[in-house]
């Protein structure tokens, strides 16, 4: 069963920041899906990294679509991106030296922090960006 769930009240508005969303939403749970039926350390690896990669990549999407469109909320989004990649860097690096595992908890944080990112901080940035004509 599925972490994530999209839905239409996950929309910002801007139809590659949704796409890259869903592909967002779809590493979570495959992850999830890993860690519940018990795979391996090295599947979790992979998954973990895929996930954190298309993050990073993700992340650069929006800030250049930011920058472009001089988006007045950019340092305080930037922050947010930042605090996260952190957190979840740190995470990966106790994984991969074994002090850490993939557990409930580190699933529910992934799945908080992304919906309510999107619900809040990207909703946000799509209206104003939305207003200035980007689709």
């Known amino acids: 069963m599925a972490l994530i769930t999209w839905s239409n009240m996950l929309s910002t508005g801007i139809a590659e920041q949704d796409n890259q969303h869903k592909k967002l939403i779809e590493l979570i749970n495959k992850l999830n899906d890993a860690m519940q039926a018990g795979k391996g350390t090295e599947v979790l690896a992979s998954v973990l990294s895929e996930l954190v990669n298309y993050t990073v990549f993700h992340f650069g999407y929006e800030e250049k679509l930011m920058d472009q469109n001089k988006y007045t909320d950019t340092a305080a ?11 979840v860097g740190d995470f990966k690096k106790k994984f991969e030296s074994g002090s850490a595992v993939i557990s409930v908890e580190i699933m529910n ?4 922090w992304l919906t309510g990112h999107i619900m809040k901080t990207d909703k946000k940035m799509g209206q104003e960006l939305a207003k200035a004509g980007v689709k």
């Open 77 to 87: 989004h930037k922050t947010e991106h930042r605090k996260f990649v952190e957190t």
């Open 109 to 112: 944080f992934l799945r908080n």
